[in-house]
Every structure is written in C-alpha cells, then in structure tokens.
C-alpha cells in the first residue's frame, strides 16, 4: 500500500522556473526511493515540498491518505536530514535530540529513552553527553539523522545527506542507513546526485530531468533497461554511439552490428562489460590507451572517425596501443533518433 502520494506537483519559481512539473509518484510502505538526477533536475524542490519547506505552484501531496500539501514541517509526519546538518554544535547530543521531543511535551523519562534507543540504533550509545563540535564528520551525520528518527516520523527525507563526507565514509554510512532504514520499515525519499548511492541503496530509482520523471524502476532494470539516452547516459558508464540502421543492421562507418528495426537514425548503447573485443588486423576500432584498475581494465577505443568507446577487459595487460580489434557487443540497448 502506498503511504506517501505526490500527485501532478508542480513548482514554478519567480522568474519562471519550473522546477519541478506535473510530477507524480507512489511510495509503498517501507519503501526506499532515490531521487536521481543531474544538479538542476528539481529532487531538492521536490524533497523540500514533501518536507514542507516550498509550498507546491500545483497537484497534492497525502501521507497516509491526508492532505499534507499546505501543512507547515512541523506539522507533518515526515523527518527531513539536510546535506549541511543544521545541528547546534555547542550542545551536546542529547540536547540536539531531546529538543523536538520537548516542544512535543514528551515527559523527560520517555525523551530518555527515545534518545538512548536511537542513539544505539545509529551507532552512538553513550554519546549523549559529548558536544556536537567535538565529533567527526560522520558521527554529526550520525546525530543529524538520530534527530530526525528520534521523532519517529512516517516518512524519512534525506537530502544528499553524504555529500560532504568522503568517499570510505560515505560507502559505510550508505551501508548504515540502509541497514537502520530496513530494520525500521521507514519509508524513505532519499535525493542523490550520486548513481552509485542510487543503485546500492534503493528499492526503486526515479530518474529526473528538468523536474519531470525520465524513468522509475528497481536500479537493476534502470542500469539493464535505461529508457532513454538520458537515462542510458546519466546511469553507469555507457557507449553511445550515434549511426544509422539501414536493412536490419545499425551502421557507423565500418562499425556494424545486426539491429532488426526499422530503416532511420539510432543511437546504441552498450555498456563497456558487455563490449567484447575481437582481435582483427583492419578491426574497425583502435586502442587509443589502455587503464588498470587492479581488479578490471578499460580499453579505450577509436572508431575510424574518432568516436570514443570503452571496452571492460580482465587482463588489460594484453591490449596495447594502436591494436585493432571488431567490436561484439553482447547485450545492447537502441533508441530511435540520434
Ligand atoms: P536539484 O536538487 O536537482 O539540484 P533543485 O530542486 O535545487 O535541483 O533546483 C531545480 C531548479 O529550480 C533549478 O533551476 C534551480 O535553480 C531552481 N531553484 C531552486 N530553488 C530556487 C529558489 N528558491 N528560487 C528560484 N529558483 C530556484
């Protein structure tokens, strides 16, 4: 069943910036669902509105059925950690914690206890007392989303709450709040720009551009069955190769590979794992340089009019530069138009 419903929202800006337009999206009960797309796309307007923090230009917003649209924060079920966490440094974390719960009248035992029990569930048992300046960045991070369960909302926002921290820390706490999201059963909106939090992370993946959906999907059929170009491009890495199909095969120069659509301009993606290399004296394409990462390698390739691709390879010890190979994609996607 769907707790959290935004119904054909729309947000235009002074100046007429439509950042978000006519969107529309369900969230199922213990559901955690990405917002991913490009800086721009409109996933903070959005987040923001379910938050109550921009009113809607236009559509509803229900949680559980009700009518949230206009409600200020505070009034709605839902618990919001931001990208800069807005936390008071000079007290400790049981008063950053214990704050919402005072303004909500709760009596000091049960604030007590509400504290201690999240506060275990994030990893900080027996930090109460330690001020918030005296913390790392990831243990702030900690704090700032304690807060926000602390209140034990409906509905979780997250707002590229990682962005500032690097990249070791951001891989743990992705593990972290994922796990605490799923033994929770929180339905969560979680905003990224980043795929790699998007893919790992979620349930289900929205895909925005110009604050309308490009695709929605489980992350295994967004990175398998991209819907667009933009999608195919944004998600990954991907080879997009502009050409033209002409009786059943797609062409670019020499470069050719069996397509039965119909006759016009396409585009192929395919992705550098499922390009397969195929040693060839007048190959079509050119080792232009060659990466190893330890665990896999790139080959980077020319078409004869200088198009890049990328091949994935497990011994890139055994490509050199300047070698031709013919290119067997094994799996590939194409899209009308190029
Ligand atoms: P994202 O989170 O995907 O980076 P945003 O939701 O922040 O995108 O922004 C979407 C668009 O709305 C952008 O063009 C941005 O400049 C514009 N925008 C965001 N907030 C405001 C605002 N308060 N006033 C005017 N324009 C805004």
């Known amino acids: 069943m769907s707790v ?3 119904n054909n929202v729309s947000k235009l800006f002074a100046g007429s910036v439509r950042a978000v337009d006519s969107f529309s999206l369900d969230v199922a009960d213990g559901e955690l669902v990405c917002l991913l797309g490009p800086s721009g796309s409109g996933k903070s307007t959005l987040l923001r509105m379910v938050g109550g923090f921009e009113t809607p230009t236009g559509g509803q917003i229900t949680i559980d059925g009700e009518d949230i649209t206009r409600l200020p924060p505070e009034k709605r079920p839902t618990g919001m950690v931001f990208q800069s966490h807005a936390l008071w440094t000079h007290m400790s974390v049981f008063k950053n914690l214990a704050f919402g719960l005072k303004l909500r009248r709760i009596p000091a035992a049960e604030i007590k206890r509400r504290v201690e029990g999240v506060l275990e569930l994030v990893g900080l048992a027996g930090y109460g007392d330690r001020h918030v300046a005296k913390l790392s960045g990831g243990q702030q991070q900690r704090v700032a989303l304690a807060r926000s369960l602390v209140l034990e909302p409906k509905i979780l926002l997250l707002d590229e709450p990682f962005a500032s921290l690097d990249q070791h820390l951001r891989e743990r706490l992705r593990e972290e709040v994922r796990d605490i999201q799923q033994r929770l059963g ?8 980043g795929q790699d939090e998007a893919l790992s992370m979620a349930d289900r993946i929205v895909v925005m551009r110009d604050g309308r959906t490009e695709q929605i999907d489980r992350p295994d059929v967004v990175y398998r069955e991209p819907q667009t170009p933009f999608v195919a491009g944004f998600i990954g890495t991907m080879n997009l190769v502009e050409g033209t199909v002409k009786s059943g095969a ?6 050719q590979v069996p397509l039965p659509v119909a ?3 396409a585009t192929l993606a395919v992705r550098p794992e499922s390009l397969d290399l195929v040693a060839a004296d007048d190959g079509v394409a050119k080792v232009h340089r060659v990466t190893d ?3 896999h390698g790139l080959v980077y390739l020319d078409l004869d009019d200088g198009t890049r691709l990328k091949a994935m390879v497990s011994h890139p010890d055994l490509f050199r530069n300047g070698q031709r190979f013919d290119l067997a994609p094994r799996e590939l ?3 009308r138009g190029s």
């Not at 339905?187 to 720009?193: E, M, N, P, S």
């Not at 797609?250 to 470069?255: E, L, P, T, W």
Request: hydrophobic share 40%; no cysteine.
């Open 293 to 295: 990462y330890g665990t």
């Open 186 to 193: 929180i339905t969560t909106l979680f905003v990224t720009h």
């Open 250 to 255: 797609f062409a670019r120069g020499r470069f």
């Open 4 to 6: 959290l419903k935004i």
């Open 333 to 335: 996607a194409a899209y």
């Open 263 to 265: 006759d016009g301009d």
